[in-house]
């Protein structure tokens, strides 16, 4: 359902997408029957003409029934949802699974930097790609990120992974993604920062091994740098 609104990218969105279904699912079910019930006995014991109204104190078996067994009903809805949200807290939270890749994500006002492992797939060393607003991903590589916020509080939420993490001043956070879906998305800041939070996005490319390698070759600092063009010693 939520999928046919917003494409799933990466391989644990439809963990989330379930898990809100479920909820809507569950709550939806109890919303319209209370409702329902809440309308009948409108109608049913609305005021009548020569008819004085019951005097109803709730403690009689035969209607305290409405209420408690409905109430058990709900808790054990509620045991599902809670079921359901702790596994999904565990696969996406909790269990960090081991990275083919490592990106760094950087917040700061009013924008974001992704440093890129270059061609030799280590990050922090001579050939780390850096684009601003823009981060580019293999499709089918499961990427630790390293998170960090420069200056206050920022989110990094990408919808189509169904992902959103707050960026904290003085920590780095690390989490996972595994991008499953060629193309190319939003990337958002969820957390109001400052004046200049509404223009503080950027764009995911997700694109297939052979592409992010012609792309990664290219946005090298060695490549970049083999095409500066050479000035002469003395040319005016």
Known sequence: MIESLVPAASTYAWEIDALFELVFWLVGFWFIACEGMFFWLIFKFKAKDGQRAQ??????KHLHRWISIPHMLVLVCDIFILGAAV?????IKQDLPPA??????VGQQWTWTFVHPGPDNVLDTADDIYKVNELHLEKDVLYHYKLEAVDVLHDFSVPVFRLKQDAIPGRVITGWFEPNLEGEFDVQCAEICGIGHGLMAARVFITSPEKHAAWMASESPLALAANIPSQGIGEE
Do not use: A, F, L, P
Not at 55 to 60: L, M, N, R, V, Y
Not at 87 to 91: C, E, Q, T
């Open 55 to 60: 005097h109803i104190t709730g403690d009689e």
């Open 87 to 91: 596994k999904v807290w565990y696969d």
């Open 100 to 105: 083919e890749s490592i990106v760094r994500i």
